[in-house]
């Protein structure tokens, strides 16, 4: 069974940075697609920054491009997400996601595996 453990979450003012972190165990193979999702209550969960591992393709959500960056880890599954520039609006949970495959890359519907989610909030 994959299990994913995401940190780094915390509280930050507006333009300061976070790092969030995710590690995968259970799996016997590279897991293809790792990323990150975000959702606020009331609404649906968002796609943020996926990464193809095997070829360091990146896709990102329009709202957060520029300002994010999602990056694989030296260890096997493992991925962070750099957030700079954060605003009010980037507050929400979030989710560390991964996949074998299949499905939109930033569509949350496309994922089989997820964390428990770390809270992110950004004071205005």
């Known amino acids: 069974q994959v299990q994913l453990v995401e940190s780094g979450g915390g509280s930050v003012q507006a333009g300061g940075s976070l790092r969030l972190s995710c590690a995968a165990s259970?799996?016997?193979?590279?897991?293809?697609?790792m990323g990150w999702f975000r959702q606020v209550p009331g609404k649906e969960r968002e796609g943020v920054g996926v990464?193809?591992?095997?070829?360091?393709?990146?896709y990102y959500a329009d709202s957060v491009k520029g300002r994010f960056t999602v990056s694989q880890g030296n260890a096997k599954n493992t991925v962070s997400l750099q957030m700079n520039s954060l605003k009010p609006e980037d507050t929400a949970m979030y989710y560390c996601?991964?996949?074998?495959?299949?499905?939109?890359?930033?569509?949350?519907?496309?994922?089989?595996?997820w964390g428990q989610g770390t809270q992110v909030t950004v004071s205005s």
């Open positions: 996601a991964a996949t074998y495959g299949g499905g939109g890359a930033l569509d949350p519907r496309s994922y089989n595996y």
């Open positions: 259970g799996s016997p193979d590279h897991l293809p697609y």
């Open positions: 990464i193809f591992v095997g070829t360091g393709i990146t």
